[in-house]
């Protein structure tokens, strides 16, 4: 079946409408706190704007307050939200608490949706998602994870440490992968546990200096020593949380791809202006020939970039697990954002490093991209797998498909 380009009316109605916000509402706030929010203050602020002008919480369900958009819808509305760096958190879509809505509402009881989901959905609080660790201990390799949870009198005890848990500064809650089952290295035996701020055994520790700065929250340390939490705080079944990480990683990847599109386009927007009305050489630097071509690579990045979200998307929406879909989608997206702020930048010239537009901002904030949400060498080691695997199937028979099809360390 093809993939249908044309959003659903409702869908454009509410992008245009958030094309509409982020220009008028939210780019003069993101130029005046040069695109980090900063303060408690101006999120707050920008939500109430969203909320006044019908765009906040697209992605969630009704129920939560939100529009309830699918995976395609989100495509269209995040990526006119990504147009600037503060539209993900005015909309509240933004990393990470966009991706724990969406995997609270998959799997989360009805106790935890009341408790968590609800003031999340509703912008009253933030979260965090806590994965990554330290080396030796899990990053592209989830298997190596080594943070351990182990039984209790009523309950679980938490012990290990993470890092670049992004928005771990001020977060209510904390989603907390830990090992229930076999050692560091072991496929499976994971267990995703729900852990109150405030928790004596949960330890907030340093921001970690990065090259971004504009993800609301930080990059934390969080270490969890004696950490105890009842048997309520666990998500969904004790050892599946590999399985429920694909609920959260594959849209959260793409919703990534939406939101850092539309910078892409922003910053397509900026270099075009420059390019439109400086002279060189006696014409305009939009018609001269490796301008042009600056120009043009840019459109098909985003154009292609699109294309491959949509395609992802439509695999989601549809239930499917979609993984190589979305790694594919991921690994140029990222690349391709990249290139285009890149290629803006050179266009504007001196312009373009100075601080009188945002174009070196958008270039440190899109470059981590291709490192969270699976390193692209991770993502092409399993597209390539999957590949290769298939050809074996091809050629020996079913054996070998089965380990070569698995979406390898991005899962
Ligand atoms: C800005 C930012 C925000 C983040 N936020 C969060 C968060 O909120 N929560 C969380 O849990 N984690 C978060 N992370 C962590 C992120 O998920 C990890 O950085 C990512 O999974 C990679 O793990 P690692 O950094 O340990 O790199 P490693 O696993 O040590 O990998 C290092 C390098 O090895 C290479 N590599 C990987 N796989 C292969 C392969 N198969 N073949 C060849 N080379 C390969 C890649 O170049 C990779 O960059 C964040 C990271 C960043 C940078």
Redesign the pocket.
Known sequence: MAVDFEPDPRVAELADRTRRFVREEVIPVEVAHDGVVGSEEVRRRLQAGARAAGVFAPHAAEEFGGHGLDMCGRAAVFEEAGYSLLGPIALNIA??DEGNVHMLEQIASEEQKARYLAPLAAGDVRS????????P??????D?LSTTATRVPGGWRIDGR???????DGAAFAIV?ARTAGEPGDRGGATMFLVDAGNPGMQVGRHIP???ES?YGG?LEVTFDDCRVGDDAVLGEADQGYRYAQVRLGPARMTHCMRWLGIARRAQDIAVGHAAQRRLFGSRLGDLGMAQAMIADNEIDVAAARGLILRACWELDRGRHAGAEVSIAKTFTAEAVWRVVDRSLQLCGSLGVSGDVLLGRFLREVR???????????H???IARRVVGRHTAGTAGAAGSAGAARP???R
């Open positions: 990393a990470p965090c998602f806590a994965m990554t660790e330290p080396a201990g899990a990053g592209s390799d989830p190596a993470k890092w670049f848990i992004t928005g771990a992968m990065t090259l971004d993800l990059h981590p991209f291709r490192i969270y949400d699976g390193p692209s060498e991770t092409r080691w399993s390898a360390g991005v």
